[in-house]
């Protein structure tokens, strides 16, 4: 930009972004908003970012089209570094309610198991329940016949 048929305008601009710090030259100084204002030419009245200390400056150059692309990509990737973080939340609230819900399951079958022991422990004793009434009868049915 050190050409010599240009001038520079160094006023603010509205496309500032308050949420954005402000870009920094070489320097470290802050680098104004500024706008070429040419006759002719294809970057005439285009806005750049440039070193507060032109034309003795550190050369610090970038267009403000191209610094507001790269400030949209990283709200994007923040956007995306937000939404990631909560899904891994999601994720993790997730895995530890499936942890619930298989010690809960474990828990069942446990249940399961024992209702299933003692539901044979109880078929057991009505079968010799059962096998005594017969016996019984069988008995009964003998001494009538007997006397």
Known sequence: M???NHTVDSGSSSRSRSEHPPLRCHCNQVAPLRTVRF??????GRAFYGCSGWPDSCGFLRWVDEVDELRDMEDKLMEV????????LQIDQ???RVRELLNASKNKQEQI???AIESDVMRERMYSAYADRKLLVFCVISWVMFF
Do not use: F, P, V, Y
């Open 2 to 4: 050190c050409a010599s």
């Open 113 to 115: 198991e024992e209702l």
């Open 81 to 88: 570094a937000t939404e990631n973080a909560e899904l891994r």
């Open 39 to 44: 006759n002719d030419g294809r970057n005439a």
């Open 94 to 96: 997730l895995e530890r």
